[in-house]
């Protein structure tokens, strides 16, 4: 059973670089085409999609992030991180990671970990 | 302001049928597969449709899901208590180039 699990800091500082990792258990992240997905949700501003990396490290952002998101692949740590530079307030929110359903797209999000709290502030 | 419009609740007893209902428009829904999630208070969001209408393995056939043109439907059936979660459909947007989501349905089941 495919279980993935973010981790992160926690609270960031204004300005400073977020970094979070997801750990991927019970299958490979190459062991299929299949796409990896960060996403996150605020209170108030729902459910965000921040973009994917598939298995072969080919990434695609959403446009209004992609110029401080970068998302890679660990393949020796099975797991994949996301770092995002520039943080405000407003990237405060759950962070999570996604697994593609299968292999046919990105859009359904089929495997999702627990998602972790991200809090930016001061 | 959601890109997908979702009715902000719903509700509907026991044993009865609800639609949530997803708005959207010709270059999201009308353009590319929509998907549904349910959401416990505390937990990740989980699939329960994909491609429209298509169950993954595990999800009630009590759920189901449809599309017509700019819009999707989650129908419910045989409603339940523990079905009591916020639900949102989410698709591609060819537009904006990115993955859009409702802004969510609360279901009380009274």
């Known amino acids: 059973q495919l279980q993935v699990r973010e981790s992160g800091p926690g609270l960031v500082k204004p300005s400073q670089t977020l970094s979070l990792t997801c750990a991927v258990s019970g299958g490979s992240i190459r062991g299929g085409a299949y796409y990896w997905s960060w996403i996150r949700q605020h209170p108030v501003r729902g459910l965000e999609w921040i973009g994917y990396?598939?298995?072969?490290?080919?990434?695609d952002y959403n446009p209004s992030l992609k110029s401080r998101v970068f998302m890679s692949l660990d393949e020796s740590e099975n797991n994949l991180s996301l770092k995002m530079t520039s943080v405000t307030a407003a990237d405060t929110g759950v962070y999570y990671c996604a697994r593609s359903f299968d292999s046919s797209g990105y859009m359904a999000f089929g495997y999702w970990g627990l998602g972790t709290q991200v809090v930016v502030s001061s | 302001q959601s890109v997908l419009t979702q009715p902000p609740s719903v509700s509907a007893a026991p044993g009865q049928k609800v639609i949530i209902s997803c708005s959207g428009s010709n270059s999201n829904i009308g353009s590319d597969f929509v998907s549904w999630y349910q959401q416990f208070p505390g937990a990740a969001p989980r699939l329960l449709i994909f491609?429209?209408?298509d169950r993954p393995s595990g999800i009630p056939d009590r759920f189901s899901g449809s599309k017509s043109g700019t819009s999707a439907t989650l129908v419910i059936t045989g409603l339940q208590t523990g079905d009591e979660a916020d639900y949102y459909c989410a698709t591609g947007d060819t537009r904006l180039n990115t993955a859009v989501f409702g802004g969510g349905t609360k279901l009380t089941v009274l």
């Open positions: 491609d429209n209408s």
């Open positions: 990396i598939f298995y072969n490290g080919r990434t």
